[in-house]
Nanobody, 115 residues
Framework: QVQLAESGGGLVQAGGSLRLSCVAS????????MGWYRQDPGKQRELVAA???????NLADSVKGRFTISRDNAKNTVYLQMNSLKPEDTAVYYC?????????WGQGTQVTVSS
């Protein structure tokens, strides 16, 4: 079983920054993709950023130039550095780990950006 523990959410003013962290524990396949999704109430969960263990990244167009994803494979940890935050970035952010047909989710962390 795999567990994901997120941290780093909170309340910030527009233009500010936050850094999310997610630590994976358990039986983790070395070749995997870790990433972040977000969801507003009443909306579908959407991909924000993802990074494969080999380094390939995928960022949503809405966050390119503002968010950066990185990971420490030795620590099974993925980070999301969020700069120039906008009110529309407000959502619950979920960590995701995927490999070989398996998908795991964290419990989510709230990010609120005030205008």
């Amino acid at each position: 079983q795999v567990q994901l523990a997120e941290s780093g959410g909170g309340l910030v003013q527009a233009g500010g920054s936050l850094r999310l962290s997610c630590v994976a524990s358990g039986n983790i396949f070395r070749n995997n993709i870790m990433g972040w999704y977000r969801q507003d109430p009443g909306k579908q969960r959407e991909l924000v950023a993802a990074m494969a263990s080999g380094g390939i990244t995928n960022l949503a167009d809405s966050v390119k130039g503002r968010f950066t994803i990185s990971r420490d494979n030795a620590k099974n940890t993925v980070y999301l550095q969020m700069n120039s935050l906008k009110p529309e970035d407000t959502a619950v952010y979920y960590c995701n780990l995927a490999y070989a047909g398996h998908t795991y989710w964290g419990q989510g962390t709230q990010v609120t950006v005030s205008s």
